[in-house]
């Protein structure tokens, strides 16, 4: 698959919040959730901000755990997941300290898959839930 010069969240559904430099993302349509090792954290956070792949390939340069190809293919995995669609947007430069981000990594890029939350997730906490005892007993379908 070629890649996009730029990627954009998929979704308005797609939300996503760093902790402590570790980024987790969470697909309120689904209810699935998504981790992310550090170097993968660090590319989820340039991609869904708009760095262009040319230049976050060029920021990996010195990165032993993400080369070229590595990135590809995580990219890929991120489109395949739903994350991240192409964009048409201008590419934005990656923030000065990404090389350094990216080479300080100790994991390889690596996204995991979660759902065990998903039923609980994708609730409708205002329609599907049983009036007498509130959230979380989710009124059960005849």
């Known amino acids: 698959m070629p890649l996009s ?14 902790f402590d430099g570790e980024a987790v993302v969470l697909d309120l ?13 660090k590319v989820w956070q340039a991609l869904s901000s708009g760095v262009g792949t040319e230049a976050l390939i060029l920021s990996a340069a010195g990165a032993a755990m993400v080369g070229a190809d ?7 995995r991120l489109v395949e997941l739903g994350l991240l ?6 590419p934005l430069p990656p ?12 994991e390889p890029l690596d996204v995991s898959v979660h759902d065990d939350l998903a039923d609980l997730i994708t609730v409708d906490p205002i329609h599907e839930v049983e ?9 059960q379908v005849p």
């Open 131 to 139: 009036e007498p005892l509130g959230w979380p007993a989710v009124k």
């Open 5 to 18: 010069e730029v990627y954009a969240v998929a979704s308005k559904d797609i939300v996503f919040e760093s």
């Open 85 to 90: 669609a192409p964009s048409s947007a201008t």
């Open 29 to 41: 349509s689904t209810g699935r959730y998504f981790g992310f090792s550090d170097s993968g954290s």
């Open 70 to 76: 590595a990135l590809e293919a995580f990219i890929a």
């Open 95 to 106: 923030p000065d300290d990404l090389p350094a981000a990216l080479a300080a990594a100790s």
